[in-house]
């Protein structure tokens, strides 16, 4: 598998802050990559550089192992931050300047807003759009000229629920196509549901990188509590269970993903303990995000 | 290279010529430069001497000088703000930035400018050809060609002064960026702090440098012919003379052209965008 992109200890300051700190990142084809961090944590400014539109103050970068040298761009679908279009002209017209500028045939534009869902209102101005629209046609935008790589920018950032599942979806079925996709966010779901691949960054820095699945653990939590607390600690230890202790009654323990929960209870029983209490929980991802980022 | 001129051209095409903006400001360039050109037969009208006979500056060849004059006036402000809005509108969209990332690149995106600048320049000085030929034949009875081409540099002039009111412009728009603030900055610079500099520098330093100051290099492209007459009591007043010959204007509006367009492209090239 040849790299798509390969980021070599990447710093740049703001004034005093260090938005990037020595990044190292390498991308393979096909792979879907969720950067992930908390807001300002230097998503946005390594995409910037990468893009060319930041200039770093040290470290480098190749994209395609150097195939097309500095003209790069015309192989990757991007959008940064938020969707820029011109505002007076309607969505056809200002797809047509980014085929233009990408020497793409326009000829693919209808059905890119049909994908996109846009069809409907494809003669209306840029500037009448609500913001789902904007962000559904900045997608479309970066399909044109069938990319390589496609990037995208906290996509579904200020979008209502329906919004934010209708993008969702669009990007889920274009990382189906096989394309190399990054995409920065803050919200975990997001990237576990779209992205097989995960670099975690903070204040600049990168904490972890790699295959979600080695990255963030997907266990289940599960609550429960006994008449014998202390009891039920040791039995806890026992089976092996990392186990912290619950806010109003009990432990949380967590469990594989695919172990049944209803187990735990039988399990107790046959050891001699009588649950009084076992709430399967939601995972705070919050929390988790926390955990990754504290360490 | 052609070719990506053309490229380049037609980008900016297929991004202004639906915009309100710059349809208007071009819509009353061409409308209104003929009122303003005639309006001044009235403000003169009858004035004693000194004044000339305004019917003359409807007349070739001193039309062509007119014509510049009145013209340039609006040279600085529509096709100024034209500039301005094609620049720091595309900074304010942000779609500079998705230019670049796109894939056009830093070049191409500050040519694709300095292209419309010229198609503008060259777009203006052919309206000016025109209007002057069609007034000064309207005027001049018995016009033949040796008067009507007698002022045979003004064609040039004339590009020279649309080309550097407009590269100044564009030198402002990348240095401030925003629209409103360039738009006003331009403007106080251009009739207003300019001037104030000069009579700055007149106190300090009696010289004759303080007509090569930028704005007033491409003024003095097209001096009002009036000004003409009382060149030569200020020579005797301050021991220089007062408008810059046409050579001069020529030579120094080029370099200042030159220096506005390389200034504006190298801190382009440095910025982020």
């Not at chain 1, 820095?205 to 990255?215: C, D, E, F, H, V």
């Not at chain 2, 380049?8 to 915009?19: G, I, M």
């Not at chain 2, 003929?34 to 004035?47: C, D, T």
Request: hydrophobic share 45%; net charge neutral; charged share 20%.
């Amino acid at each position: 598998m040849s790299n798509i992109l390969k980021i070599n200890n990447l710093s740049k300051k703001y004034g005093r802050i260090q938005a990037l700190d020595n990044l190292e990142l390498t991308i393979g084809q096909g792979q879907i990559w969720g950067i992930l961090g908390p807001n300002g944590s230097g998503k946005t400014t390594t995409l910037g550089i990468i893009l060319g539109i930041l200039h770093q103050d040290s470290g480098d970068f190749e994209w395609f192992e150097g195939k097309y040298g500095q003209r790069f761009n015309m192989k990757i679908g991007a959008i940064l931050e938020t969707p820029n279009f011109y505002p007076y002209l309607n969505a056809v017209d200002n797809l047509k300047i980014v085929a233009q500028i990408k020497k793409a045939e326009s000829d693919d534009i209808h059905h890119l807003l049909e994908i996109v869902d846009l069809s409907h209102r494809k003669n209306s101005p840029f500037k009448t759009y609500s913001l789902g629209m904007k962000q559904r046609l900045a997608i479309a935008a970066t399909l044109i000229g069938n990319p390589e790589v496609l990037i995208f920018d906290e996509p579904t950032n200020g979008l209502d629920p329906q919004g934010i599942a209708e993008v969702r979806s669009i990007l889920k079925r274009i990382a189906d196509t096989g394309k190399t996709v990054i995409m920065a966010s803050h919200m975990l779901d997001e990237v576990e549901k779209i992205c097989d691949h995960v670099a975690i960054i903070k204040k600049g820095k990168l904490l972890a990188s790699g295959k979600i699945g080695q990255i963030i653990h997907d266990d289940k939590i599960v609550e429960i509590g006994a008449e014998d607390n202390d009891k039920l600690k040791n039995w806890i230890e026992i089976n092996g269970w990392k186990y912290s202790k619950a806010a109003h009654i009990g432990f949380e323990i967590q469990i594989p993903k695919d172990y049944d929960h209803a187990l735990i209870n039988k399990k107790a029983f046959e050891d001699g303990i009588l649950l009084n209490h076992l709430i399967v929980k939601k995972r705070r991802l919050e929390e988790e995000f926390l955990h990754i980022t504290k360490n | 290279m052609i070719q990506n001129f053309q490229f380049l051209a037609r980008l900016e095409w297929n991004k202004f010529s639906k915009n309100t903006v710059i349809i208007l400001l071009l819509i009353t360039y061409v409308l209104l430069a003929p009122v303003i050109l005639f309006s001044v037969k009235n403000i003169f009208e009858g004035a004693p001497p000194p004044f000339p006979n305004v019917e003359s500056f409807f007349e070739f060849p001193l039309v062509w000088d007119y014509q510049g004059y009145a013209a340039s006036w609006f040279i600085s402000f529509n096709l100024g703000f034209i500039v301005i809005y094609i620049f720091t509108s595309e900074v304010s969209n942000k779609t500079l930035r998705q230019n670049i990332i796109t894939g056009l690149s830093k070049k191409e995106f500050f040519t694709s400018k300095v292209l419309t600048i010229i198609l503008l320049s060259i777009g203006a000085t052919f309206l000016y050809y025109l209007s002057a030929i069609i007034v000064g034949l309207m005027h001049t009875p018995g016009a033949d060609a040796e008067l009507i081409f007698d002022n045979n540099y003004a064609g040039i002039k004339f590009f020279l002064a649309c080309m550097g009111y407009m590269s100044f412009a564009l030198f402002l728009s990348v240095w401030i960026k925003r629209g409103m603030l360039v738009i006003l900055v331009f403007i106080m610079y251009v009739h207003i702090l300019e001037p104030i500099l000069r009579q700055v520098q007149l106190y300090f330093w009696k010289s004759r440098t303080m007509i090569f100051w930028p704005m007033n290099t491409f003024e003095d492209l097209f001096p009002l012919p009036l000004y003409r007459l009382p060149d030569t009591w200020i020579e005797e007043q301050f021991g220089f003379k007062a408008l810059q010959t046409g050579p001069e204007a020529m030579i120094f509006s080029s370099v200042y052209i030159l220096i506005f367009l390389g200034l504006g492209w190298y801190m382009f090239d440095k910025k982020d965008v």
